[in-house]
């Protein structure tokens, strides 16, 4: 079955350390997208890509890269990770207007 | 850009029927209703696109209020199944730069 799948599933860093997300999905779809979720926020877009060498920022983009240089993967780097960036990361992709979300990546920065 | 629900939590007794609601302050392409179990990825639930349809399965369905960039989800004679985090995703063009509600929070009780 074709599926999504993020790693690692918790990760514990320090402060100032740079810390990636993977993301890989076997769909084939084009959209790509991370959000982080938080208490009261709900899902917070973070930076989506529409195909191959495409990235685009979302609404919280500020300490967050993506890269995209194939159709399957999306990692997501925090280039020197904050505390305020401890959180759940969703990645999702889309085919059609639905959202197919991973199951998220618990990220604990001390 | 991120829309707005409300209630933020209810609490129903099984068979009883709720309304969640979605707003946004500029025109919409579409809405998108999401479903997220406690510590499970969202999983998707419909989409409405403009143009004030009606969508449903089961006993959930929704309507979509173009001219008030409103959006309504129906759940009527709730299971215990039912409960979980609702969220509304909105796009106000077709390039699925979708931004989430904060989420409403459904607990039902036997």
């Known amino acids: 079955d074709a599926e999504i799948t993020q790693s690692p599933r918790h990760k514990i860093t320090e402060t100032g350390r740079q810390v990636t997300l993977a993301c890989h999905q076997t769909?084939?779809?084009?959209?790509m997208f991370w959000y982080r979720q938080d208490l009261g926020h709900g899902l917070r877009l973070i930076h989506y890509?529409?195909?191959?060498?495409?990235?685009n920022k979302g609404e919280v983009s500020d300490g967050y890269s993506v890269s995209r240089s194939n159709t399957e993967d999306l990692p997501l780097t925090l280039e020197s990770a904050a505390s305020s960036q401890t959180s759940v990361y969703f990645c999702?992709?889309?085919?059609?207007?639905?959202?197919?979300f991973g199951e998220g990546s618990r990220l604990t920065v001390l | 850009q991120q829309p707005v629900q409300s209630p933020q939590a209810v609490i129903l007794r099984e068979g009883e029927d709720a309304v969640i609601n979605c707003s946004s302050s500029?025109?919409?392409?579409?809405v998108h209703w999401y479903r997220q179990k406690h510590g499970e990825a969202p999983v998707f639930l419909m989409i409405?696109?403009?143009?004030?349809e009606q969508k449903g399965h089961d006993k959930i369905s929704a309507s979509f209020n173009e001219k008030k960039q409103q959006s309504s989800l129906y759940l009527t004679a709730s299971q215990l199944s039912y409960s979980g985090t609702y969220f509304c995703?909105?796009?106000?063009?077709?390039?699925?730069?979708?931004?989430f509600g904060a989420g409403t929070r459904l607990t039902v009780k036997p």
């Open positions: 409405l696109l403009k143009g004030g």
């Open positions: 995703g909105t796009e106000i063009e077709d390039n699925n730069d979708m931004r």
């Open positions: 769909w084939n779809h084009n959209n």
């Open positions: 500029k025109a919409l392409y579409s």
């Open positions: 999702a992709s889309s085919m059609f207007g639905e959202l197919f």
């Open positions: 890509s529409y195909g191959v060498q495409d990235t």
